[in-house]
């Protein structure tokens, strides 16, 4: 698949639920109104889904949320999609997940050939972790991404830099993620979806204050080194660890974009940060072949824009788009 603009399209990130069992500051309202389960696709639809993509030429495929674990008999999605990955046809299957069920999880994700999982911990302060996630506990996501190591799979650590809440934790993530071995990737703030009464505006902390502040203590040393998403990556020299940031406002990552987003209702999103959108639910809900799915899918990824239009100031502090990150995938 090549968008208008020239880029292959071979990551496709899916919402498996928009349910979540956290209700983190920068992303839900505390009182969130979920989806009718009608309106969620089934396991089964989303195997068909994702496999139609895969045939287009999707070669990463990432399941996500909300909480994709929390989603019930979801490891049946997991066995299913797996035999892409005995085929070849599939490079790598992986998850982004909050930790809070990766303990119980994570041998099967192993066995099914999930190599990878990223985790989102933005403190290891326990009260301050409760008080970001709201309903969280910062033992339980540590216990399972321990298991997660034990089994062998790949962790990397994701932390949304919250101005004022965890910009002091800075050196501790890091030291913290090296001694486990893990890969860290600092996030920017992200304007999507209403948020209740938290104003993005408070929580922004740009990315490249952050790297400055770090580059005090630590040498970072440039890397072309990629894995498929946005993240750009240095290599610390004092200890060899990879450090990632995502910086969709202070320098977007638009122009190597490779990636398409489906939610869990089945409407794919050409670009996080546009509203523009495709139905793929209907499509798969009306024909038993996969001829007018694969037709949308198509016609769809003619429309990519060239990048979104993140914004966070004084005179843009409510959200780019309608959506929360936990429906769109992220």
Known sequence: MIDPFGRT???LRVSVTDRCDFRCVYCMAEHMTFLPKAEV???????????????????????????????K???????????????GALEELTVTTNG??????ADELASLGVKRVNVSIDTLDPKKFTEITRWGKLDTVLDGVRAAKEAGLKVKINTVALKGVNDGEVDSLVEWAGREGHDLTFIEVMPMGDIGGENRLDQYLPISLLRANMARRWTLEETSERTGGPARYVRLKETGQRVGFITPLTHNFCESCNRVRVT???????????????????????????????AAIEEAIGRKPKGHDF????????????????????
């Open 311 to 330: 914004m966070i100031d004084r005179r843009h502090q409510g959200p780019a788009v309608g959506r929360h990150m936990s429906v769109t995938g992220g």
């Open 41 to 71: 696709l089934s396991l089964e639809e989303l195997d068909r889904l994702c496999s139609a993509f895969i045939g287009l030429g999707v070669r990463k495929l990432r399941l996500t949320g909300g909480e994709p674990l929390v989603r």
């Open 264 to 294: 869990c209702t089945g409407m794919l999103y050409m670009c996080l940060g546009q509203e523009d959108s495709a139905d793929l639910r209907a499509p798969l809900r009306a024909s038993e072949s996969d001829a007018p799915l694969i």
């Open 9 to 11: 399209i071979s990551y």
């Open 100 to 105: 809070s069920q990766l303990g119980k999880h």
């Open 73 to 87: 008999n979801v490891m049946e999605l997991f066995r299913a999609l797996g035999r892409h990955l005995k085929s």
